[in-house]
């Protein structure tokens, strides 16, 4: 159809949209309703393509957001996220407002699931999808994660200094394993290569011993199953996929196997049987978000082991390549002194983005993070911002504005954690009452949530806002060729800038001032929905400047269509969040748009020359 015809073709549509939600008709199984404050380009499914997230109207997605959360790993909710759903709904909204995401990975229990071999406690599953709805009644796309950390807390006794999660009791008494202990432990994930019962009860799951990994495959697609019969067509739209298992481990290797043979032969295999499970569940066109071994990107030598899924080919749009990534060195207080710099984790989430494309398929980053309290706390300001740094750009701050075009797609991300009950748990260790936690994240020691409840009950950060709350490009009307975000986020009393404006774009540096700023750089697609980008709560509508060859503007204005091409507009779900939409009428045109909080009612003539210096800058490097 040539692109006249579609244009006109959108607007009819466009204008139908708005009827749709001025009127707000009533739902029905052929028009479901979208979240509070949609759009008519809201609420479709995400797909992958061009090894990139899509959405229905062609633009490129990113994800970002939190894991919700650890309490799932705990038994004082019964493996479950929140303790209700009115939690759940207060941890959705505060996510939306206070932490800027669209995105959760939503934990799952196994043993929860099934505590009894071959029967799947309905109970359990209607709670997870109760809660599961206020994420995605708040327009927050979600991602179930059937999680394990130590295969399960079964394997440890009521005296143990560790415990783990995942699997059924009745798993673990198949295998009669031997009495656990992980020798001299500093980290619980030792227990991962020196606990013989671990180790054991890993390597039966992966070779199918007693049946474990058929039982788990038939769980997990009757909880499929279950929601997607549980959840109506628009909240089933805002599944964006299922994360088969946390972590992966052989815990031992079989003799003359290693871990890249490992994953040939046994993990890329369970991970075919799961994509067969999510097509008889009814999710065909969902991704699986597959986990590589989990130290194929380990940043310590002696951990690293080779792997990424090598072997397993061209993945597709039916797979995601989904990894982990902490800093260990920093966690270990030892290998890495200091604090993290520009550009510190730029190479290991590069490997991200080039394991990603040469497997064809999209990326996304479903744990980082750094401990808030011990003796390296003082190093997670610098860390988590080089983390998000890393996953806006694969050029350092310090070069950007000299290469941006190497930046890379942006990369999606959930950050571990966010976790209301932070500081107020009551969990039995391994069920002794005699070792009641409730401290930081009550397992295993870890402190490592965003947020926490205050004594009113109030939902509040435990990290600045400037670093959670961040500008991203949350949909790109095309695709994506740069992007970068000055957060100007703290350390302590100091004021972290690691990509200041250059002195060679004068107007701009004037107009950014010591205020936050974004730089998105896109080439337009065929599509006629808006480019989108998340606005934190730090970038007001009366005080944000935006200069874009689109259009520029100080305050700008409400959306009203491409009439409007730069404009503000409510995000989905009725939480007070905002996005700015930017709007294009053409193909395959480059655009850029400079978004800033550091102008106070800037004059027309710097904003006429920072558009002019940001044109020609532009110009000369795409």
Known sequence: MPNIRVRLLVVLVVLCGFLTVTGHPPATAATPALPADSLWFDGTPLTVQGGRFTDGQGREIVLRGYNVSGETKLEENGGLPFASVADAEKSATALRALGGANTVRFLLSWAHAEPVRGQVDTGYLAAVTEQMRAFLDAGIRVFPDFHQDLYSRHLFNSGSWYTGDGAPKWAVDAGSYPAESCGICLFWGQNITQNAAVQQAQYDFWHNTYGLQDAFLTTAQTAMAYLRQHLNAAEFAGIAGFDPYNEPYAGRYDSGQASRTWEKDLLWPFYEKFRARMDAAGWQDRPTLVEPNLFWNANISTQKQEGGLLDAGTLGPGYVFNTHFYDQKAISGILMWGKAADGQYAADFAAVRDRAAAAGTAAVVSEFGHPLSGTVSDKAPTVLKAMYQALDSRVPGASWWQTPAASGPVLSGTQWQWDLYNGRHHELMNGNPDKVRTSGDAWNDEDLSAVRLDDSGNVILRQDARLLDRLYPSATAGTALAFTYEDRSRDGSTTLTWNPVPS?????????????????????GDGSAPTELHLPASFPTASTTVVSDLGTAYAPPVYTGAATPVAVAPEPGGTGSRRLLLTDTDSGALHYAL??????????GLLSAAESELAGWAAAHF
């Open 595 to 604: 978004v800033t909080n550091g102008a106070t009612a800037p004059s027309a």
């Open 504 to 524: 060679s774009l004068p107007n701009v540096a004037k107009l950014v001032g010591s205020g936050q700023y974004g730089l998105l750089v896109w080439r337009s």
